[in-house]
């Protein structure tokens, strides 16, 4: 199950308020390489995963991938805070406002509804874990391309922070590739599916 | 009865009947002759016969098919069996190659005296004189557990592995 | 009512390492290193956890246990100003 704990993972502290900078940070909130979709993508691989450690590997990535998505919330808030609609007119934020005010509803930066389209679950581990890796790299590349938009030290703070995760992860799922292949055998990685294949070496079943 | 083995859909009834030594219907595992889609460790499977997955090792008739692994006398498996892995014994039909098990034993053991125990998997392994590298296939250096910031410089960089922190350069600051 | 800042940050830091080492753990499961340090950082956040939880409320759902009235409500929650 979940728990929540009441505390960002690292702290926001945003001093202005700026609408231009949250039309372009939502998308790692609601956007095809942002913090839901990976949530929901390693929270969804891990079910049929036989080995325990990438099961871990996973679900402790996506919890923090939660984490993450709470903080990008965290941004989004602050930055729209107190605006008024002059403002958020100015800001070209007037066709986000109209449907959603200042609400904070998971989209990319170009307004599109965030969709489980944006992830993949094949249900194949060596498939999912590549997929994977793949994610954390254009979230990463999502985040440099925030780096570069966005000039306020206090913003570029918590997404430098994200970002540097993001790396971490791709160390971690490389980790899982490797677990992955030391059970397999290295003459033939894909004889079989080992995420629905029944293996039963030695008479006992993994399962 | 058999103990520990839950026949069918209700907890130990056998689809129809009790389960034991003859189960009708969804009889799932330890079964002993098992009827319809007989699933594990199943003996004798009568009429549907068809999906002995596991541990197949008796004439599993008709449908045989898929034996799955550790076919070992898969002798009988006859028709299209795809035995896939571990399959020693001759199976037939579309029995693909049989991998050899896994060998974790690359002789680097021998060569370099290095311990390969898992028991401290963090440590650097002596290189092995064989490269396990095989083609269609990408591997991850393993990493290790040191050079290690303290936790709050950790949090500010965004980890506390010196190895793992490659920041972005190339955007302006104010 | 005014969050303790700096207690929360060494607590965030203090918790960074406590997840930083179990995620390599997940992928190392053996490494005495890795444990020892797991070890080390978990026990001085539970310290830090319990003053903060003391004098600030609740971090969690279940540590609103031994409270004249539900805490668990109060803001500022972790996306506001305030609580940063």
Sequence with gaps: MFLYEKKLQYPVKIKNPNAKFAKIIISQLGGPDGELAAAMRYLHQRYTVPYGQIVGILTDVAVEELAHLEMVAAILYQLTKGLSPEEIRAAGMDQYFVDHTAGLYPASAAGVPCDMKYIGVKGDLLADLNEDLAAEQKARVTYDNILRLVDDPDVQDPIRYLRARELVHYQRFGDALRIAQDKLDEKNFYAFNPSFDKICPNGGCNH | MKQNSRCGVGNGSCGVSQYGSSCSAQARSGCNSCSSQARNGCGLCSAFRARPWNECDSSCGAFRARAWNECGSCGRCGGPSVARSLCRGSCGGQALSCPLQRSTDCGCEQSSGADRSRDNDCEREVDCDHDHRSLAMVYSEKQHFSSLYDPKEGLCRGTVFQELNKPFLAYGRK | ?84
């Design chain 3, 1 to 84: 009512m005014l969050y303790g800042n700096e207690l929360l940050k060494e607590i965030q830091a203090e918790d960074f390492a406590v997840y930083e080492a179990a995620l390599y753990l997940d992928a190392h499961p053996n490494c005495e290193k890795a444990l020892a340090y797991y070890r080390e950082h978990k026990c001085a956040v539970k310290k830090l956890k319990e003053k903060y939880e003391e004098l600030y409320g609740p971090l969690t759902i279940y540590s609103s246990a031994d409270c004249d009235s539900w805490q668990w409500v109060n803001g500022p929650w972790p996306w506001e100003k305030e609580a940063n």
